[in-house]
């Protein structure tokens, strides 16, 4: 069956290898918890998170920080996970400069 993806609304761009999807955190801490064991469970190494720091959601919530948790949770499994943030802002098309840079951390 291939490489199970780690939580609903993920995929794999290239199996086992790129994985894209929506914010991996939650509001409820457990469901936070468990989409981001399945990131660590799938091996994933680097999170490239692309939303602002200020981001809210269309409720006007804001997002729950998920770049230390997962830190964790890797250190727990014995893998080496980092997050990056690389933002976009909301329903803007990055620039150039800002493309290239997250091309060049996804190779």
Known sequence: MGNPRPFT???W???GK???GCYPGAEDAGEASAKLGGLVE????TVINLMESDEVSWSGKPFRPYGAQIVELGEKAGLDVSCLRLPIRDTHIPSQEEMQKI???ID
């Open 9 to 11: 609304r993920s995929y």
């Open 13 to 15: 761009v290239e199996p």
């Open 18 to 20: 790129l994985l894209a």
């Open 42 to 45: 799938s091996g994933i190494g």
């Open 103 to 105: 091309l060049d951390a």
